[in-house]
T-cell receptor, first 110, second 110 residues
């Protein structure tokens, strides 16, 4: 009953460092999404994928890159972290209809 | 104009009260709609889908008005455990992004 799993759950980065967030789903879903959530801002879509090997930009893609080399995994990369990227990151997946979320990654950039 | 808009609240209601939230969407091609619930510092979880004819799940009733492009959520006999942020979703269609509203915060008071 894993569903959608995000790793890591917490991370502190220094400005300029890079990191990759991993999202893995075991439901054979086609669509996967990366959102960020900031206080009072709601969920904002960073990038999404409609299938293996495809990615598309969402509302706030700058400073992030993504890859979907395998259907079950969707990676979010920060090449050079900035304090403005301090946020909670949620991954979600869906086939049709309902989206299921991972538990989130709390990232702090200092 | 944002694709999906909600009154952020907070809505502060006493236990046992009935409370209603509306959510408007701008894309008339939106095909499917959902209400999610998000507890503090947790991931969003599906509360209910919204069907064209309206649907009910216990104390919760969802309605869709395509002509006016809004969906609503009615909560009857509010419980303390209903305190959360309620997010609406309008899905423009398969292969497109999954758009969340900013959320409406509900606090049910004893």
């Amino acid at each position: 009953n894993a569903g959608v799993t995000q790793t890591p759950k917490f991370r502190v980065l220094k400005t300029g460092q890079s990191m990759t967030l991993l999202c893995a789903q075991d439901m054979n879903h086609e669509y996967m999404y990366w959102y960020r959530q900031d206080p009072g801002m709601g969920l904002r879509l960073i990038h999404y994928s409609v299938g293996e090997g495809t990615t598309a930009k969402g509302e706030v893609p700058d400073g992030y890159n993504v890859s979907r080399l395998k259907k079950q995994n969707f990676l979010l990369g920060l090449e050079s972290a900035a304090p403005s990227q301090t946020s909670v990151y949620f991954c979600a997946s869906r086939r049709t209809g309902v989206a299921f979320f991972g538990q989130g990654t709390r990232l702090t950039v200092v | 104009r944002k694709e999906v808009e909600q009154d952020p609240g907070p809505f502060n209601v006493p236990e046992g009260a009935t409370v209603a939230f509306n959510c408007t969407y701008s894309n008339s091609a939106s095909q499917s709609f959902f209400w999610y619930r998000q507890d503090c510092r947790k991931e969003p979880k599906l509360l209910m889908s919204v069907y064209s004819s309206g649907n009910e799940d216990g104390r919760f009733t969802a309605q869709l008005n395509r002509a006016s492009q809004y969906i609503s959520l009615l909560i009857r006999d509010s419980k303390l455990s209903d305190s959360a942020t309620y997010l609406c979703v309008a899905n423009p269609g398969e292969g497109q992004n999954f758009v969340f509203g900013p959320g409406t915060r509900l606090s049910v008071l004893p």
